[in-house]
């Protein structure tokens, strides 16, 4: 058993938005921290209404579009990792399916139009308390351009990918994959998880 | 264009835990429902303290335990579809994986140690703001039993599965998807959206 010290790449503040529950978000009143009857974790509990919040992983989701070979990838405005490189991909909203949430972050991110393909990667971000769900893309006109989330959009070839710049280990993973398959012919999903809460010293 | 009527199958009071945010979790002040700068949506924003409090869907997990060729169905003990059989499933817990959380479930419902196999059916229910994510599994040993929220658990030939009182849609589908591949020999995975939330007249 060695000592755990806690290490956070890439930082989570923006990422992780789950703030301390302090309040009932339904009746205002403060909350507790306490294991509910019947349940087996501790949950932020009102005693005043009864509601009990639970606290959930998030779904992110984005896709790897393709147009003639190339790849579009983003260039972040914001934080975190900004200036660094990633593809189409954001926060999951209530009412869409995750293939409208990727098509939905092509369209804000890279002002592009994509066509969903097959499921590439499902990435358990464990430090993030997120769900990254990747899809292949296909990009039908070479038309896009930097949304208010980007510096800048380009479409790259699999030899001129900025590796070292990459902004998330999700795309990283997510990128690796699409190329091996591709170049294997294959259009496989690919599970993983990364988990950089604690690491043993 | 036809007149909507919103229809609400199954119940979804307990699956759809979102009460309306009236107050700052973080503060305890009185949120307002507008659109932030920058944004498309509107969220619950604190102007007090700057908290935006986002919703997003929440992921249930689940799988399709098989022995022997059967396979293994809890009668619930809970609402919503009390006295109706579904296979393990849950909300995701913080901290784990899809595959973690549905080996969790099958645990607590149904007292089975199962291995999760291949990813099985994505299921996109959208007037609950939930993804369902089922995999299949193997029961290594016919051992199991009900668990706190099961009222019987038992294992089911495919001929003798009560299609008449499952009780979500999304397990009805991950069910037929998964007898369907098992007789064709193969594991795929596949999507599907259910949409209770309107209906043209």
């Known amino acids: 058993m060695g000592n755990h010290v806690w290490v956070r790449f890439p930082p989570p503040a923006p990422l992780n938005p789950a703030r301390p529950v302090k309040f009932c978000s339904h009746c205002g009143q403060p909350v507790t921290l306490r ?10 509990v009102c005693e005043a209404c009864g509601t009990i919040h639970y606290q959930n992983p998030k779904l992110v989701v984005g896709c790897v579009p393709e147009y003639e070979g190339r790849i579009l990838l983003c260039r972040r405005a914001i934080e975190p990792r900004h200036g660094y490189w990633t593809i189409p991909a954001g926060f999951m909203e209530n009412g869409e399916t995750t ?3 990727a098509r939905r972050e092509s369209r804000e991110e890279a002002l592009a139009e994509v066509e969903i393909g097959t499921l590439l990667a499902v990435v358990h971000v464990l430090h993030a308390d997120q ?3 990747m899809f292949r893309a296909r990009l039908p006109e070479p038309r896009f351009g930097a949304g208010a ?9 699999e030899s001129a990918i900025p590796w070292q710049d990459i902004a ?14 591709r170049r294997r012919g294959l259009e ?6 990364l988990d950089y809460r604690r690491r043993t010293t």
């Open 188 to 193: 496989e999903h690919h599970f993983t998880s």
């Open 131 to 133: 769900v990254h769900v």
């Open 149 to 157: 989330e980007s510096l800048e959009v380009m479409l790259c070839e």
């Open 99 to 101: 293939q409208d949430g």
């Open 35 to 44: 294991t509910p009857e019947g349940d087996h974790l501790p949950r932020h």
């Open 168 to 181: 998330f280990r999700s795309v990283d993973f997510a990128l690796r994959r699409y190329f091996e398959d």
